[in-house]
């Protein structure tokens, strides 16, 4: 039998680096052939050989109620008809914005653009713009899109400047950013201790999901949140990927729930606000906000920015993900699934940990949940692509590498869960 995905890669490859638009699709990781997919609905994808699969990755999070739900498509094809850009002011961002500031109560005012990078990267111009301070800190692991200044890994030794993650980054252009190690309070300390004057924002993924799964301690955000405050720095929650998709509020409401008054400064949004279009946003308090351009000295644009047709697919969206038991239910079936897996590794005899929260999962073949990058990356990875290809074959489609994170969306049946358990049980048997 042809197969239609090595045919279609094969072209890419001649047209597109690597053949794919953003490097984990190429399955690089794992090895092997990526699908090319023709179509999507509910919980499942169907690659180019017509095989379906049982989809984790959810577009790696955005589509929380599953693929081509009847209300967002209808809000979509309403939304083209009247015009796919106008390049000027609507009434839906209003009402996206107003909806995100509903459901976010550190939120005073928004700005909305195209991707998490994109947001990221004005998040940080606007907190060293309204701060008139040079300095970022991020951590080792947490991923915030692409942007220069971002792309950074730690140096050596504690809280040094960091050494870019990608050719073409200058080390000048990362002079500014620490990088340190996540859930670290020493070093924490240690840094806000030497340059707590220069540092504009400390950016942290609450639940770090580009190393699969590793939440911050209460004490460590809590830590994060009293040094900012004492230094004048801004605590910026990179809520891309948590944001709408752990709970309704983001992981920041959860933290709020353990840490009485907890507040970020500023948030940034992403993957469900746009519920599969291209939309994040990011925002704060109003005084920060108003330094944006067209009122302050921050400039930020974007032709597209505020899309009408993604501004509904994110509004139809959000609305449905408000309806009453949405996250009690998304998240059972999610939990039932680690748990699920959990035990039928136990049975397997493989070590193995796992977690989640809301519509978020990850796991890990090792004996305990880690609780930084390097215990992340310590964890088993050729057992890891083993079992990815096992459950592929399986028709179950996981995250292509061990440091990314597993989605499930309210489309996911008991049954789904059900058959991929199966699935993981005649997998984790060839291990
Ligand atoms: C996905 C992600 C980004 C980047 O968003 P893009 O839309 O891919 O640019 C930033 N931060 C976090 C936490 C993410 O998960």
Same mark, same amino acid.
């Given at each position: 039998?042809?197969?239609?995905?090595?045919?279609?890669?094969?072209?890419?490859?001649?047209?597109?680096?690597?053949?794919?638009?953003?490097?984990?699709?190429?399955?690089?990781?794992?090895?092997?052939?990526?699908?090319?997919?023709?179509?999507?609905?509910?919980?499942?994808?169907?690659?180019?050989?017509?095989?379906?699969?049982?989809?984790?990755?959810?577009?790696?999070?955005?589509?929380?109620?599953?693929?081509?739900?009847?209300?967002?498509?209808?809000?979509?094809?309403?939304?083209?008809?009247?015009?796919?850009?106008?390049?000027?002011?609507?009434?839906?961002?209003?009402?996206?914005?107003?909806?995100?500031?509903?459901?976010?109560?550190?939120?005073?005012?928004?700005?909305?653009?195209?991707?998490?990078?994109?947001?990221?990267?004005?998040?940080?111009?606007?907190?060293?713009?309204?701060?008139?301070?040079?300095?970022?800190?991020?951590?080792?692991?947490?991923?915030?899109?692409?942007?220069?200044?971002?792309?950074?890994?730690?140096?050596?030794?504690?809280?040094?400047?960091?050494?870019?993650?990608?050719?073409?980054?200058?080390?000048?252009?990362?002079?500014?950013?620490?990088?340190?190690?996540?859930?670290?309070?020493?070093?924490?300390?240690?840094?806000?201790?030497?340059?707590?004057?220069?540092?504009?924002?400390?950016?942290?993924?609450?639940?770090?999901?580009?190393?699969?799964?590793?939440?911050?301690?209460?004490?460590?955000?809590?830590?994060?949140?009293?040094?900012?405050?004492?230094?004048? /720095?801004?605590?910026?929650?990179?809520?891309? #990927? @948590?944001?709408?998709?752990?709970?309704? *509020? %983001?992981?920041?409401? $959860?933290? !709020?729930? /353990?840490?009485?008054?907890?507040?970020?400064? #500023? @948030?940034?949004?992403?993957?469900?606000? *746009? %519920?599969?279009?291209? $939309?994040? !946003?990011?925002?704060?308090?109003?005084?920060?906000?108003?330094?944006?351009?067209?009122?302050?000295?921050?400039?930020?644009?974007?032709? $597209?920015?505020?899309?009408?047709?993604?501004?509904?697919?994110?509004?139809?969206?959000?609305?449905?993900?408000?309806?009453?038991?949405?996250?009690?239910?998304?998240?059972?079936?999610?939990?039932?699934?680690?748990?699920?897996?959990?035990?039928?590794?136990?049975?397997?005899?493989?070590?193995?940990?796992?977690?989640?929260?809301?519509?978020?999962?990850?796991?890990?073949?090792?004996?305990?949940?880690?609780?930084?990058?390097?215990?992340?990356?310590?964890?088993?990875?050729?057992?890891?692509?083993?079992?990815?290809?096992?459950?592929?074959?399986?028709?179950?489609?996981?995250?292509?590498?061990?440091?990314?994170?597993?989605?499930?969306?309210?489309?996911?049946?008991?049954?789904?869960?059900?058959?991929?358990?199966?699935?993981?049980?005649?997998?984790?048997?060839?291990?």
């Amino acid at each position: 039998m042809s197969d239609r995905n090595q045919t279609l890669f094969d072209r890419a490859k001649a047209v597109i680096p690597g053949g794919v638009n953003s490097p984990v699709r190429a399955f690089k990781a794992v090895g092997g052939t990526p699908r090319f997919i023709t179509r999507a609905h509910g919980a499942y994808l169907w690659d180019a050989n017509g095989q379906r699969y049982i989809d984790y990755i959810g577009s790696w999070g955005p589509m929380i109620l599953g693929h081509g739900h009847p209300q967002v498509l209808q809000a979509v094809q309403q939304a083209i008809q009247d015009g796919l850009s106008y390049g000027a002011p609507t009434e839906r961002e209003i009402e996206l914005v107003e909806e995100i500031l509903k459901l976010v109560p550190s939120l005073e005012m928004v700005r909305l653009v195209n991707s998490g990078t994109e947001a990221g990267m004005s998040a940080i111009r606007l907190a060293r713009g309204a701060t008139g301070r040079p300095k970022i800190i991020k951590f080792e692991g947490c991923y915030h899109g692409h942007a220069d200044a971002l792309l950074v890994k730690a140096g050596s030794g504690l809280a040094t400047f960091g050494h870019p993650t990608s050719a073409g980054v200058p080390p000048e252009v990362v002079q500014h950013t620490l990088v340190l190690e996540y859930n670290n309070l020493e070093q924490l300390e240690a840094a806000f201790a030497e340059h707590g004057d220069q540092i504009a924002a400390l950016m942290i993924e609450p639940i770090a999901g580009n190393m699969n799964f590793v939440r911050a301690s209460v004490p460590f955000m809590r830590r994060c949140r009293e040094l900012c405050t004492q230094h004048g /720095a801004l605590l910026v929650l990179d809520e891309v #990927m @948590t944001g709408f998709r752990v709970a309704l *509020g %983001g992981a920041q409401r $959860l933290y !709020a729930q /353990a840490i009485p008054g907890f507040e970020p400064d #500023m @948030t940034v949004l992403g993957k469900v606000i *746009g %519920g599969g279009m291209p $939309l994040a !946003a990011f925002g704060g308090k109003r005084a920060v906000m108003e330094q944006l351009a067209p009122l302050g000295p921050v400039y930020q644009a974007g032709t $597209l920015s505020g899309n009408p047709v993604a501004t509904a697919c994110g509004l139809a969206t959000l609305r449905l993900i408000q309806q009453p038991g949405f996250f009690d239910g998304l998240a059972q079936r999610t939990r039932a699934l680690v748990d699920g897996l959990q035990a039928e590794a136990r049975r397997a005899g493989v070590p193995f940990s796992a977690d989640s929260e809301g519509g978020m999962f990850g796991f890990f073949f090792l004996p305990e949940l880690p609780r930084n990058y390097a215990q992340v990356m310590a964890s088993d990875a050729a057992r890891f692509n083993r079992f990815f290809h096992g459950m592929l074959q399986r028709g179950v489609y996981l995250a292509p590498a061990l440091y990314e994170a597993g989605f499930v969306s309210a489309a996911h049946t008991d049954a789904d869960i059900a058959a991929t358990l199966e699935a993981a049980r005649s997998a984790l048997a060839t291990l």
